[in-house]
């Protein structure tokens, strides 16, 4: 790459070579004063040794010539020798102080700057010393001060323009050998991209052979080799980050397309993974779920906490199963399990939340079909056993009723007899009410016929004649039925029920035996008819809701009351054998099992109770409308 020549500009330009020069320019200057000072110090001690030296010279030289004046009186070649003295180089003042008081002197006196000389006269006479005076002498330090500053002008000038032409040339060299060059490296530095394959960068604009290369452009060699190597880096890199995309992506799909809710949680209990499922079920998005307390976004997990506390401390999975949860009015059944999260200095958990409900719905039904099958056996010995005594009640019952109510001649021959007219015995009967106690005892022991007809039907599975059955005509069959039956009329006064009716009139036939299907009514009239009679809460206006409608390829009956309901624990066990909610003698828990039978096994149809506590509950079968029931 060409250089430009350099320029005063580009010389001053912000920059290392500017700063450089700087420093130079200071450093120089404190040496050049530094070798000032030691200079002038030692030209100044010089200088005033000098003058020291000469006003020595005045008492071993010319002081005998002073004295031997002063002893002639030759007052005025005394003043001959001052005024020589005063030639010497920095003399200010010279005098002799006489003993009588007088004074000989040359010069002018100072007190600023003096180097001062005081000598006793005394001349020797006869062994004697006679005192003349004294000899006072003043030498000035101003001469040397003027020559000092001369030498400090000139060596500051000399020296500053040394030292500026010396940076000024560093400069300039610096910035030929390297500053031009590094700003013509940043420039190249400044156009790279790491989508770009340039050529590699040379000082000289040519590659040179190794042994020639200087500092810098062995730096340029290491730069082109390291960003080659760079270049290889990031395309792997970018390579490595769209897989890693590609596999985040893969796994928030699989994350999200889990049918389980998936909620990663923090130590302090905060969402930091929140899946679609979970936002679905709370109706809130993961960019607003996502750091905010899990108590808040989940309110049905709040008390999961302690567990999850728990789940870190033992770093091992918890799980709970089964558990209740009421969402809008609706019972539904969850696994939570809690698995700890600790990966690189991350603490937290992962929270699993599995909905049941539907499994939990198919395995009563299972345990259901299960009692069923199991009491299948009990069902047969049971009706076998009743038939027998049975038959013998109704056939007794038959012959009571005709040798008491038929007026044959025999009847009458031995009424008469026993002294008793058959008129009279009539009116008898008629006004005790025998009779309807009598056409009771049957009606009675017919529905038990029917009941051990039923479960002979419970004991085995097949051998049924179906035939297509307007159900909504068998329901209102069943209510005359309930209407006239004693129980009711005794106990539950069933005529006083409000009876509503949905029928939809395009509900086609079903194929079902009518009268176990009617049975089947009857025991769910039943069981509603006891439900709002023994209410707590009191039942003011008992009302029976019928719908019949049509519901795919099934028809579909529900039977609702407006009783006190079943909490969840009695729904799950409404449809098992022997199991009741009413008092001891009060009834078998039998009648909804062999219902659920004969709905499920011998039509293949479907029954469930739907009900909640304080709002009744419904019945609801369903019938198949042209499948063949085998």
Sequence with gaps: MAEAEPTISRLLRPGIGRHMAIWILIFSSLITLLITAIQLRMDYERDVSLI???????????????????????????????????????????????????????????????????????????????????????????????????????????????????????????????????????????????????????????????????????????????????????????????????????????IDSMPSVLIGVDLEGRVIQWNRKAAENVGLPSTEALGRPLSEVYPLLSGQMERIQQALVKRTGLREEKIVWRVNDEIRFSDVTIYPLVTNGTEGAVIRVDDITERVRIEEMMIQAEKMLSVGGLAAGMAHEINNPLAGILVNVQVINQRLMDGSPKNRRIAEQCGLPFEALSRYLEQRGVVPLIQAVADSCGRAARIVENMLNFSRKGGVDAAPQNLAHLLDQTLELAANDYDLKKHYDFRHIRIVREYDPATPPALCVGNNIQQVFLNILKNGAQAMAHSDAGILDPCFTLRVRPDGRMVRVEIADNGPGMDEAVRKRVFEPFFTTKEVGSGTGLGLSISYFIITENHMGTLEVDSKPGQGATLILCLPMEEKIP
Excluded: C
């Design 52 to 254: 020291h030296a000469r006003l020595s010279e005045i008492r071993s030289i010319h002081l005998e010539s002073i004295l031997n004046s002063l002893w002639l009186a030759n007052h005025d070649l005394v003043r001959i020798h001052l005024e020589g003295l005063m030639r010497l180089p920095d003399m200010q003042y010279i005098a002799v102080d006489l003993e009588d008081g007088g004074r000989i002197a040359a010069g002018r006196p100072s007190e600023e700057h003096l180097i001062r000389l005081e000598i006793p006269l005394h001349y020797h006479y006869r062994q004697e010393e006679v005192p003349l005076g004294t000899l006072r002498a003043a030498a000035t330090l101003e001469g040397v001060y003027h020559r000092l500053m001369d030498k400090v002008s000139v060596i500051l000038v000399s020296q500053g323009i040394k030292t500026f032409l010396v940076s000024l040339f560093i400069l300039a060299l610096f910035y030929r050998l390297v500053g031009g060059r590094l700003q013509a490296f940043a420039a190249h530095t400044r156009s790279l991209t790491l989508k770009d394959d340039p050529l590699p960068f040379h000082f000289t604009g040519r590659a040179k052979h190794l042994e020639s290369l200087d500092e810098l452009d062995q730096l340029a060699a290491a730069f082109n080799e390291s960003w080659s190597r760079q270049r290889a880096d990031f395309q792997k890199l970018r390579e490595t980050e769209q897989e890693l995309l590609h596999l985040r992506n893969l796994l928030a799909n699989v």
